[in-house]
T-cell receptor, first 114, second 112 residues
Framework: GDSVTQMEGPVTLSEEAFLTINCTYTATGYPSLFWYVQYPGEGLQLLLKATKADDKGSNKGFEATYRKETTSFHLEKGSVQVSDSAVYFCALTPSPTGGFKTIFGAGTRLFVKA | DAGVTQSPTHLIKTRGQQVTLRCSPKSGHDTVSWYQQALGQGPQFIFQYYEEEERQRGNFPDRFSGHQFPNYSSELNVNALLLGDSALYLC???????????FGPGTRLTVL
């Protein structure tokens, strides 16, 4: 079945460091790919998305490119801030329009030190 | 424009009890999906409601049931609560079954 695998955390970085969180997926057809962020004690917030191969999603300095050839959707940010400390979830939906059930990875916790 | 809302925010129950969680979808949305997020894990799909019927179900026992009302709001019911049911329960809404889902803030259920 469809699945998402993301790098285990926690990831600890100093402020202004470069961030990469790896995500790979297994899916049939043409899934949509997402990154969600969850701050302590809160629900999920959509960070960025891509609905077809080679699309780049971006938001708040974060970027991820839908790579069908490597089945990957790695999250990157050039300079992290303390406020970026959170849990990041890579996810997919089987539908190219971004709906139906969402399948999540296990999450990667990011700590950013001042 | 109100987003997805859920109530209550927190809930404490004891083993064997029953619980009902509520969700109001984003304005204009007609489809509601429920997810369970255990501590330290990613959310897991429970089921989806559309046109007041359960349309798709994840790998959850029959103790988990739901309902959708004519105004598209939804309830999640869990019977015979187990300690392992302690989790954050997330509701997501969409316009149609196959479009982008928007998540609510969740209800944190603690079973003692």
């Amino acid at each position: 079945g469809d699945s998402v695998t993301q790098m285990e955390g926690p990831v600890t970085l100093s402020e202004e460091a470069f961030l990469t969180i790896n995500c790979t997926y297994t899916a049939t057809g043409y899934p949509s790919l997402f990154w969600y962020v969850q701050y302590p004690g809160e629900g999920l917030q959509l960070l960025l998305k891509a609905t077809k191969a080679d699309d780049k999603g971006s938001n708040k300095g974060f970027e991820a490119t839908y790579r069908k050839e490597t089945t990957s959707f790695h999250l990157e940010k050039g300079s992290v801030q303390v406020s970026d400390s959170a849990v990041y979830f890579c996810a997919l939906t089987p539908s190219p329009t971004g709906g139906f059930k969402t399948i999540f990875g296990a999450g990667t916790r990011l700590f950013v030190k001042a | 424009d109100a987003g997805v809302t859920q109530s209550p925010t927190h809930l404490i129950k004891t083993r064997g009890q029953q619980v009902t969680l509520r969700c109001s979808p984003k304005s204009g949305h007609d489809t509601v999906s429920w997810y369970q997020q255990a501590l330290g894990q990613g959310p897991q799909f429970i089921f989806q409601y559309y046109e007041e019927e359960e349309r798709q179900r994840g790998n959850f026992p029959d103790r988990f049931s739901g309902h959708q009302f004519p105004n598209y709001s939804s309830e999640l019911n869990v019977n015979a609560l187990l300690l392992g049911d302690s989790a954050l329960y997330l509701c997501a809404s969409s316009l149609g079954r196959y479009n982008e889902q928007f998540f609510g803030p969740g209800t944190r259920l603690t079973v003692l």
